[in-house]
Nanobody, 123 residues
């Protein structure tokens, strides 16, 4: 079975850090673009970060540049999202998703999705 499983979410104070993991099974991540999306209650799902499968291209939405870092460990078939200097507006459910070839900002183009992990940034 093809699966993506996110982990690492939780409750943190503003300014804190979390490291999210996205572990794949049933397929090999090194052939895929992996992206992180997030969705807050009542808000549209937005792309956060993406790493390509071929040249290591990375994308970050403007609001997280300099604070978040996406990386992949193909030997472990896992992608990470390091989140630093967290702000309340970073709160939401974070999903990882897989797509062949190129990073895309459109969530409906992704083939595989995880179940999400909740991140809450609050005092």
């Amino acid at each position: 079975q093809v699966q993506l499983v996110e982990s690492g979410g939780g409750l943190v104070q503003p300014g804190g850090s979390l490291r999210l993991s996205c572990a794949a099974s049933g397929f090999t991540l090194d052939y895929y673009v992996i992206a992180w999306f997030r969705q807050a209650p009542g808000k549209e799902r937005e792309g956060v970060a993406c790493v390509s499968s071929s040249d290591g291209y990375t994308f970050y939405t403007d609001s997280v540049k300099g604070r978040f870092a996406i990386s992949r460990d193909n030997a472990k078939n896992t992608v990470y999202l390091e989140m630093n200097s967290l702000k309340p507006e970073d709160t939401g459910i974070y999903y990882c998703a897989a797509l062949r070839l190129f990073c895309s900002e459109y969530w409906n183009e992704y083939t595989y999705w995880g179940q999400g992990t909740r991140v809450t940034v609050s005092s």
